[in-house]
């Protein structure tokens, strides 16, 4: 047996190749940008390797881009038959079936082999981070917390990654509400691991979530070790820091960090897209005209009108085209949406609710139909979560929501989300819910803020 940092059996003897493995778990729990080189590394030494296979072809599908499918479905074929040879451990195969599942379409079916290894060996490190990245885009918050939880029982002091398991615990506490215990996992797993990204964004999202952006802001600034040497990764605890600034109502430095840090590099990447779409929708929500800005995103979003990977990407680029303006593709991407949701597939029910109600919401959004905006975003609200993501990444389709009524003149309904979204915050009205509970208070006393868009719903 071949035993790797997560003390468990991966199958490789090669001694070169054993240590390019563990460079890339450490690598990929960290979220660095050498994780692909390692992992290159492994397959150069040991190709027909059925465990290092699979997890290339499981990492190509977390990147929901159609033309890494057919690069998971090569890695998976060879996999499979480097498994007919026999000799491989049965962490490969799991691995392997994981694989083979969600290509099939249901990545719930790949969490279930998964949990099978977690559960034989809770200390795999590496496999609780990728059932954890499964259940993320998943949007199973609790699934995410109570597999966590049941391999903490592996991670003993002793163990070299117990830091990142706790980052992963920190992030399912906080998706989950538990925000003071959230806070404690995900600072202790930083001391242990102090290049934990995915650990310190954790503690960034509760700040977010707990009004707290001074503090957000400070522990971002004062941990860079811990997300600088990110790959993409990085982007995102960017946009992290500049919706804490935004919640102070600091614009232009958010616009700032927008170009400088945020889209620095005009990469494709959906999660990259949704950084960028997100963050400008947010800040035209508050007035800020974001111009030219929309257009190099609204170009992204049409050329990945076909994909149909992920609902949570294809959203996003929704916000891009509603955006920029873009009528006819943000037509074309809605209608594209509910074919997808067509097949009775796992995949095709989250296209079909909530995947096409919210896309046809945004859409209007975009066109100024504000009361069927509201309809139709209202109606995909409550299954939102399964698109996947975190509270903080859909609270843009939830800000939209609010603003949608508002503009039609639904009061009442609009208050009755903004109390339902404090609660989610621990009672914590921030920034976005003072503004829009004043404007409600406005058009409730006579005062036509909203009557403009009241016109033209």
Known sequence: MAFDLCRADCGLDDPEALAAWNAMIVAFLAHSKSTPDHLANVLDRSPDAAMPLAAK??????????EMTEAARGAYSTARAALTLGGAPARARAWTDALGCWLDGAPSGAVFHLESVLSATPEDTLTLKVVHGIRFILGDAGGMRRSVERALAGHAPDHPLRGYAMGCHAFALEETGAYTEAEGAGRAG????????????AVAHVHDMTHRPGDGIALIDENRRAWDHCNNFRYHVWWHKALLHLDRGEHDLVLDLYDTQIRAEHSDDYRDVANASSLLMRLELEGVTCGDRWHELGDLAERRLSDGCLV?????????????HRPGAAARLAARIGETGAPRTEHGRLYDHPGHAAAEGLAAFGEGQYAVAFERLRAARAHLPTI????????????????????????????AILTERTVLRDGHADAFAETRRSAIDDARAGRPLYEAQRRSA
């Not at 072809?57 to 159609?66: D, E, I, P, S, T």
């Not at 996947?388 to 009442?412: M, N, P, Y």
């Open 57 to 66: 072809g499981l990492f190509c599908l977390m990147l929901g881009r159609a």
């Open 190 to 201: 930083l001391a242990l691991c102090a290049d934990d990204a995915w650990g310190l964004h």
């Open 312 to 324: 949570f990407a294809d959203l996003h680029y929704m916000l891009a085209l509603a955006g920029d």
């Open 388 to 415: 996947g993501g975190s509270h903080a990444q859909r609270d843009v389709f939830e800000r939209i929501t609010v603003d949608a009524g508002l503009r039609a003149g639904r009061l009442d309904d609009a208050e």
